[in-house]
Nanobody, 124 residues
Framework: VQLQASGGGLVQPGGSLRLSCAASGFTLDYGAIGWFRQAPGKEREWVSCINRGDGSTNYADSVKGRFTISRDNAKTTVYLQMNSLKPEDTAVYYC??????????????????WGKGTLVTVSS
């Protein structure tokens, strides 16, 4: 399983970004993908997850209503659309999975497969 996150950058408060997570060696029908983030000096925290199969989604309270997770029809890429960004959203964002046949987990230590992070900076 390989994951590659991209799409980070510098954006002003209130702006938007869309992150992508490209998966290889893995079919999204059979495994969940989650997004986590880690701000400087803080622990890695769960942001969102899209489940295998029905594609049901979950969000942390801090991003609910602002972020939307989705996957493409070919089911090889997961997206995180981030709107109304705030300075406190500044972090390195990672996508991760437990692998095929597993659902979502909010606990980073349960996920063995990680993509390299992509930095999101929200600043004026």
């Amino acid at each position: 399983v390989q994951l590659q996150a991209s799409g980070g950058g510098l954006v002003q408060p209130g702006g938007s970004l869309r992150l992508s997570c490209a998966a290889s060696g893995f079919t999204l029908d059979y495994g969940a993908i989650g997004w986590f983030r880690q701000a400087p000096g803080k622990e890695r925290e769960w942001v969102s997850c899209i489940n295998r199969g029905d594609g049901s989604t979950n969000y942390a309270d801090s991003v609910k209503g602002r972020f939307t997770i989705s996957r493409d029809n070919a089911k090889t890429t997961v997206y995180l659309q981030m709107n109304s960004l705030k300075p406190e959203d500044t972090a390195v964002y990672y996508c991760a999975t437990r692998g095929s046949a597993y659902g979502c987990s909010r606990y980073y230590y349960e996920l063995p497969y990680w993509g390299k992070g992509t930095l999101v900076t929200v600043s004026s």
